[in-house]
């Protein structure tokens, strides 16, 4: 190739680097800059951190949900062919029994008959019995079909209210294998819910905390700072029925009962009392729903340990001002009321010596100065006496 072909096609190869008009530009630097590539990084680390502090708490659910998995696998394969055997067994039963019944009507007649008759019914009444205690209502069988308990759904659903330990009642293993096994899953199952509860509940509180500071910064500006992220019991219980409420309204929707019907089932179901007179027939939902159940737990939990603390606290005053009372002590300040030799502090002989009354002021338990005047003579720093007695 010649030096004067090379040199056309170099003049043929457009220059990226100048506009139309010949004017050089500036090539953009791939390098990022310094503020950009700091804030990206401190973004990332954001998220990092967020992701670390929200991984124990994810754990724990991930460890629930597989043990409940665990569960329900393990309750299908003891008790689903058991359950179908019984069915099956039962279906056999009652179709014995029209046959035997119409050849006793062909053979026997008379004191026979009733006798023939009434051994055949006290051997269907024990089949009944049978699948009673299987778990089966023979109500349902039609035709050799019935709505099996022990599918996917229903064991999964019993193995939450195992751990949980609400047990509805409505559904039990019915193998020694499937009660066995029932027992060690509650063992362990026990304890990984008892954390998960504990662990919810602590983010609730921290929840309620921050809103209970938010409120009483607003509302109360004056209260301690030590104080204001105190969460009143009342506040507790109002935000356990708000919950408790909006599930009753989901709940009749699934199931087609009323509000009462549905409060009562979610209180229920909350508090692990498991009566067993009102159980969700959508298992699905009801698994659905199970977030809201552990959510719910934690409330009442938490409530009912709040009610216990506040008890407590009340029956403590209580004594105190019993006590205080009879040494003749102000429960708020510790300062005594009577005469000057009751007294021993805070007065001063006058000259017609009658006993000069002053205010006295102390600091209580709570850091506040509370002063108790008696008298119309009031003490030198009024002004800076919180007017709180």
Request: aromatic share 10%.
């Amino acid at each position: 190739m010649s030096s004067e072909e090379s040199s056309g096609k170099s003049q043929d190869t457009p220059n990226n680097n100048v506009d139309t008009n010949g004017v050089e530009l500036k090539r953009r630097s791939s390098a990022p800059k310094e503020g950009w590539s700091d804030a990206k990084t401190e973004r990332r680390k954001k998220v990092v951190l967020a992701l670390k502090a929200c991984w124990p708490h994810v754990k724990l659910g991930i460890i629930l949900v597989i043990y409940s998995m665990f569960g329900a696998l393990g309750f299908w394969l003891i008790e689903y062919q058991h359950e179908e055997a019984l069915i099956a067994n039962f279906t056999e039963a009652r179709s014995q029994l029209l046959k035997n019944m119409w050849n006793v009507s062909q053979v026997f007649t008379g004191d026979d008959w009733e006798e023939e008759m009434t051994t055949l019914v006290e051997r269907y009444e024990h089949t009944i019995v049978a699948a009673y205690d299987g778990g089966i209502d023979p109500r349902v069988v039609k035709e050799g079909q019935a709505e099996l308990k022990w599918d996917i759904a229903g064991s999964l659903f019993f193995s939450v209210t195992v751990f949980t330990t609400i047990g509805y009642g409505h559904q039990t293993p019915a193998t020694v294998a499937g009660r066995v096994f029932c027992i060690f899953y509650a063992i362990f199952g026990i304890p990984i819910l008892l954390l998960t509860l504990s662990d919810i509940g602590e983010l609730l509180a921290r929840l309620l905390r921050y809103i209970a500071a938010v409120v009483n910064a607003r509302l109360r500006p004056n209260m301690m700072e030590s104080r204001k992220d105190d969460v009143p019991l009342y506040g507790i219980f109002v935000v356990v029925f708000l919950i408790m409420s909006v599930g009753a309204v989901v709940m009749m929707q699934m199931e087609d009962w009323t509000f009462e019907q549905s409060f009562y089932f979610i209180f229920v179901t909350f508090s692990t009392i498991g009566f067993g007179d009102l159980v969700p027939h959508h298992k699905m939902y009801a698994l659905a729903a199970s977030l809201y159940f552990l959510l719910g737990m934690s409330l009442i939990s938490t409530s009912f340990s709040l009610s216990q603390d506040e008890v407590g606290r009340l029956l403590r005053k209580w004594d105190i001002l019993k006590a205080s009372c009879k040494r003749k002590v102000c429960p708020c300040c510790s300062n005594r009321v009577g005469s000057q030799g009751e007294v021993n502090e805070g007065l001063e002989p006058q000259e017609d010596g009658q006993e000069k009354k002053v205010l006295v002021t102390r600091k209580t338990q709570i850091g506040l100065p509370i002063g108790i005047m008696r008298g119309n003579v009031l003490s030198e720093d009024r002004e800076n006496e919180d007017r709180f007695h």
